[in-house]
């Protein structure tokens, strides 16, 4: 399906889930991500939701490749997840990401995910809600995971493979 941000996204509420006000000016290049604020660790989310896809990682070469199959608490409508702060009762393997386990965890992150961009010294991009002042700019550069997943109930695990998705989506 053709992604048509300008009419459907208009279904979606432009009220931004993460707190961005009162947040000094492009903080992120002006500190060390372990002197981050909580408020501004939080902030740094862009929304994409792509960490919530499951990956696939090669044995032999550690390469990672994500897949359209989406965590069974994914909302591809909000590419939020439904039980946030109840989440490990479901899904206990979800990963509370920190300045502390950014370096274990950063290799299988999205490419374009900022915590993994800021890791790996490099800019956040324009389309971040940081930058851009809007939370819906994310799903309108067309690097979120608005309404392209498939379940992870639905699809056999033998298929993922056929669900691999290239990165900037
Ligand atoms: S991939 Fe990164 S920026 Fe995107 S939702 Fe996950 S933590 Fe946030
Ligand atoms: S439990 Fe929630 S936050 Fe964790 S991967 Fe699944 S959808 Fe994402």
Same mark, same amino acid.
């Not at 990672?64 to 989440?87: F, G, K, S, W």
């Not at 800021?118 to 389309?127: A, E, R, T, V």
């Not at 392209?148 to 298929?159: A, G, I, W």
């Given at each position: 399906?053709?992604?048509?941000?300008?009419?459907?996204? #208009?279904?979606?509420?432009?009220?931004?889930?993460?707190? /961005? #006000?009162?947040?000094?000016?492009?903080?992120?290049?002006?500190? *060390?991500?372990?002197?981050?604020?909580?408020?501004?660790?939080?902030?740094?989310?862009?929304?994409? +939701?792509? %960490? %919530?896809? #499951?990956?696939?990682?090669?044995?032999?070469? +550690?390469?990672?490749?994500?897949?359209?199959?989406?965590?069974?608490?994914?909302?591809?409508?909000?590419?939020?997840?439904?039980?946030?702060?109840?989440?490990?009762?479901?899904? *206990?393997?979800?990963?509370?990401?920190?300045?502390?386990?950014?370096?274990?965890?950063?290799?299988?992150?999205?490419?374009?995910?900022?915590?993994?961009?800021?890791?790996?010294?490099?800019?956040?991009?324009?389309?971040?809600?940081?930058?851009?002042?809007?939370?819906?700019?994310?799903?309108?550069? +067309?690097?979120?995971?608005? /309404?392209?997943?498939?379940?992870?109930?639905?699809?056999?695990?033998?298929?993922?493979?056929?669900?691999?998705?290239?990165?900037?989506?």
């Amino acid at each position: 399906m053709p992604r048509d941000p300008h009419s459907t996204l #208009n279904t979606m509420s432009n009220s931004d889930p993460i707190s /961005r #006000n009162g947040l000094s000016t492009r903080f992120w290049e002006k500190k *060390p991500l372990d002197q981050f604020s909580q408020m501004e660790w939080e902030a740094l989310c862009d929304g994409c +939701g792509k %960490c %919530c896809l #499951n990956k696939l990682e090669d044995a032999d070469t +550690g390469e990672v490749a994500l897949t359209r199959v989406a965590c069974r608490l994914l909302d591809d409508e909000t590419c939020r997840c439904t039980q946030y702060d109840i989440r490990h009762q479901f899904v *206990p393997e979800c990963i509370v990401l920190k300045p502390s386990n950014l370096d274990t965890h950063a290799y299988w992150m999205p490419q374009t995910c900022a915590y993994r961009l800021l890791w790996q010294g490099k800019p956040l991009y324009d389309w971040h809600p940081l930058i851009s002042g809007d939370p819906l700019s994310v799903h309108q550069a +067309g690097v979120s995971v608005w /309404r392209m997943t498939v379940s992870e109930f639905e699809t056999p695990q033998d298929e993922w493979e056929d669900h691999i998705i290239q990165e900037p989506l």
